[in-house]
């Protein structure tokens, strides 16, 4: 197993049920983790935490995720940090938007469990 207490998270989503079930699945696993419930927050999280990997919705109020991945380029925040889109947005044109602006993965919520999101950011660590 990869010595996961190093290795902060941070989920940014507007679903408080979501945020709920992923800060519990990553915590069982070992990892650091916040969570933000909207992209504003999201962006002021990401400085003062500096996670390793974000999880990010597309879909929020006041800031959606594209938006929020925008504002991480062009202020050279979490440079290092991995972005993974989260959402439900499931439309080539969406997907090839988030992996344009630099997402590292994308995932559809309604296509995997939280268990397997958990698996798949490992991988990233890896």
């Not at 290795?7 to 990553?26: A, G, H, M, R, S």
């Not at 650091?32 to 003062?48: H, P, R, T, V, W």
């Amino acid at each position: 197993m990869v010595e996961q207490n190093k290795q902060k998270i941070l989920i940014i989503d507007d679903d408080p049920f979501i945020l709920e079930i992923y800060v519990l699945k990553f915590k069982e696993e070992g990892f650091q983790i916040e969570a933000a419930k909207d992209g504003k927050e999201g962006l002021k999280k990401i400085k003062e935490y500096e996670p390793d990997i974000i999880l990010l919705d597309a879909v929020m109020p006041l800031m959606d995720g594209f938006d929020v991945i925008r504002s991480l380029k062009k202020e050279g925040v979490a440079a290092n940090a991995k972005i993974v889109l989260l959402t439900n947005l499931g439309q080539k044109d969406d997907v090839e938007r988030g992996m344009k602006l630099g997402a590292h993965d994308y995932i559809i919520k309604a296509h995997f469990t939280p268990s397997e999101v958990v698996e798949k950011v490992k991988n990233l660590f890896k």
